[in-house]
């Protein structure tokens, strides 16, 4: 239903749209810039710009599940109501917030390949983030796992998404890293993510264009969360002691 526009650039910061719903639900646009929670990392926050010069504030951004709907979900509650089907909106997103994420999954992204080991779950936050490993009887070194990650960073490789058929992707699970969550089958394409020369895996994220743009990181704690399971959190290391 929806255009997004964030998948062939992830860098755009706002656009106009035209809205096709308008409910208790969320809004739904004929297009946009908004990415919808979703593999762990947070929906846009952001503003809708509407047709007679107002600000509505979104305060998230999801998928309906009955039909994978975006929906641009107000700040405020029944917020929605005051907009009209058919009318036209400038959509913006909160730009700063959504750089962080970027540059956070990258990161992830790069963590993954640093660690080899399949991937069982992680979380995005604006300035922090974790990946689960599936690593019975080994818990990697903080400072080892610290030192490759930022040295894969600084040497600036370049982060393209492009796209794979389904059948493709099925003949290539070892592009699948997440244990508990898969992407979809039976689709004609599946988005890929390429850091090159580093790591190539199915993801639908929003990413930074270059490594480098992450800058550097810590790795501020590696947890054992049972007999399999291993825990690796990191952090800008921007502002910390």
């Known amino acids: 239903m929806t255009e997004l526009l964030f998948y062939e650039d992830a860098y755009l ?4 749209a035209r809205v096709l719903e308008a409910g208790d639900d969320g809004i739904v646009l004929d297009r946009t810039v908004f990415y ?21 504030a979104i305060g998230g951004t999801r998928r309906r599940k009955e039909d994978g709907a975006v929906l641009h979900v107000p700040a405020e509650t029944n917020a929605a109501r005051s ?48 990946l689960d490993f599936d690593l019975p009887g080994v818990t990697p070194d903080r400072v080892d796992v610290e030192t490759k990650l930022n040295e894969l960073i600084s040497k600036g490789h370049a982060v393209t998404p ?3 058929s389904g059948d493709e992707l099925d003949a290539r699970p070892e592009l699948v890293k997440t244990m508990s969550v898969a992407p979809p089958r039976g689709v004609p394409r599946v ?18 264009a270059n ?30 002691p």
């Open 13 to 16: 910061k706002q656009c106009e």
């Open 36 to 56: 919808p929670l979703g593999g762990g990392q947070p929906g846009d926050t952001g503003t809708l710009k509407l047709a007679d010069g107002s600000l509505l």
């Open 83 to 130: 907009v009209q089907e058919g009318e036209q909106v400038v959509a913006s997103i909160d730009w700063e917030r959504r750089h962080a994420h970027m540059r956070i999954h990258t990161c992830l992204h790069l963590l993954s390949a640093v660690i080899p080991a399949g991937v069982t779950g992680g979380s995005i936050r604006h300035d922090s983030g974790r």
């Open 162 to 164: 492009r796209w794979i």
């Open 191 to 208: 988005r890929l993510l390429d850091i090159a020369g580093v790591d190539l895996q199915a993801c639908g994220g929003t990413h930074v």
């Open 211 to 240: 490594t480098a743009e992450i800058g550097p990181v810590v790795v501020t704690k590696i947890e054992n969360k049972g007999a399999r399971n291993r825990r690796v959190s990191i952090a800008f290391a921007e502002g910390r």
